[in-house]
């Protein structure tokens, strides 16, 4: 049942990023600051963007229900990233032919810490499920 509810909550995040990424927001009037805690917001935008896409996909697809050794959950993680990158680099290239969006190798930088955050996240995660299991 977990197992469905990432896929279908990845599903949702997936369209919210092409959304994100594709949409013209040239119209909308927004007060939005140029930075956040020194950093250019639309780097901040799109690192949060990226942080959830290895978490959701671990859970939603590669985390192996039984007791799986660290070496192949990091392994699965790693498989997680590698179709996050592809989808960063995809966007960052249709944006570069979109007239509304613009292709900025620094986004695309952004894209990948996040990726990267979200993979530590999610070893993190396992760290704390498999003491707190394992003090038990």
Do not use: N
Not at 99 to 122: E, H, I, K
Request: proline share 3%.
């Amino acid at each position: 049942m977990k197992r469905k509810l990432f896929a279908i909550l990845f599903l949702i995040y997936l369209c919210m990023v092409c959304y994100l990424c594709f949409a013209d927001f040239s119209s909308v009037d927004m007060d939005i600051p140029l930075y956040l805690f020194g950093f250019p917001i639309d780097k901040v935008v799109h690192f949060f963007m990226f942080s959830p896409f290895a978490l959701l996909l671990y859970y939603a697809v590669l985390k192996d229900e039984g007791k799986a050794k660290w070496g192949r959950r990091v392994l699965s993680l790693g498989v997680a990233l590698v179709p996050g990158v592809i989808m960063a680099a995809i966007t960052e290239r249709v944006q570069d032919r979109l007239l509304y969006r613009s292709c900025d190798f620094m986004d695309f930088r952004a894209d990948c810490c996040g990726l990267l955050a979200g993979a530590l996240l999610v070893i993190l995660i396992e760290i704390l499920r498999i003491s707190s299991r394992s003090s038990k």
